[in-house]
T-cell receptor, first 114, second 113 residues
Framework: DAGVIQSPRHEVTEMGQEVTLRCKPISGHNSLFWYRQTMMRGLELLIYFNNNVPIDDSGMPEDRFSAKMPNASFSTLKIQPSEPRDSAVYFC????????????FGDGTRLSIL | RKEVEQDPGPFNVPEGATVAFNCTYSNSASQSFFWYRQDCRKEPKLLMSVYSSGNEDGRFTAQLNRASQYISLLIRDSKLSDSATYLCVVKAFYGGATNKLIFGTGTLLAVQP
């Protein structure tokens, strides 16, 4: 079975450019999560969706970040304009709603802003 | 205070050793508990869920103490391939937001030959 699929795997771009990260959750999962991981701050939840609806975006750092989930099989995380401090690994994860359901992570996108 | 706290390590142990990781959580409403493993430059992967009665999966044993808000992971007969960062993870109830996981910062394990 296909797991969570993220693209691109790596992205290197100059500051000020728009960056779009993509995620396809596991088929049938109804919750999707975007995380950011850095050495300094560890794994941080940015935003999550239940049934395509954003539930908690309190972790989104600032207005430069936005996320959408237009349907159950696709989500995007956009950074515009990007800054060097946005450099990190961005993970997408999905799960079923349920008390003991774990989350399954994609391979991540390694983002470098020059 | 962080919601989930772990000793960051590193824990350097020889092959065959037994090693234990501890974790505390602050939200008494926490409902579900997990240990994840993360290899260098890889995504976190579920190692095992943690149940109230304690549970075992091969060389791995997880324990939960709700009264003390404490979770542990014991690895017996450690292998070189066990070298990774182990993340303590807690799911708490936040009103209608029942799927949110809180991750500890992880404990780094290095098993030496």
């Amino acid at each position: 079975d296909a797991g969570v699929i993220q693209s691109p795997r790596h992205e290197v771009t100059e500051m000020g450019q728009e960056v779009t990260l993509r995620c396809k959750p596991i088929s049938g999962h109804n919750s999707l999560f975007w995380y950011r991981q850095t050495m300094m701050r560890g794994l941080e939840l940015l935003i999550y969706f239940n049934n395509n609806v954003p539930i908690d975006d309190s972790g989104m750092p600032e207005d430069r970040f936005s996320a959408k989930m237009p349907n159950a099989s696709f989500s995007t995380l956009k950074i515009q304009p990007s800054e060097p401090r946005d450099s990190a690994v961005y993970f997408c994860a999905s799960t079923f709603t349920g008390r003991d359901q774990p989350q399954h992570f994609g391979d991540g996108t390694r983002l470098s802003i020059l | 205070r962080k919601e989930v706290e772990q000793d960051p390590g590193p824990f350097n142990v020889p092959e065959g050793a037994t090693v234990a990781f501890n974790c505390t959580y602050s939200n008494s409403a926490s409902q579900s508990f997990f240990w994840y493993r993360q290899d260098c430059r890889k995504e976190p992967k579920l190692l095992m869920s943690v149940y109230s009665s304690g549970n075992e999966d091969g060389r791995f044993t997880a324990q939960l103490n709700r009264a003390s808000q404490y979770i542990s992971l014991l690895i017996r007969d450690s292998k070189l391939s066990d070298s990774a960062t182990y993340l303590c993870v807690v799911k708490a109830f936040y009103g209608g937001a029942t799927n949110k996981l809180i991750f500890g910062t992880g404990t780094l394990l290095a098993v030496q030959p």
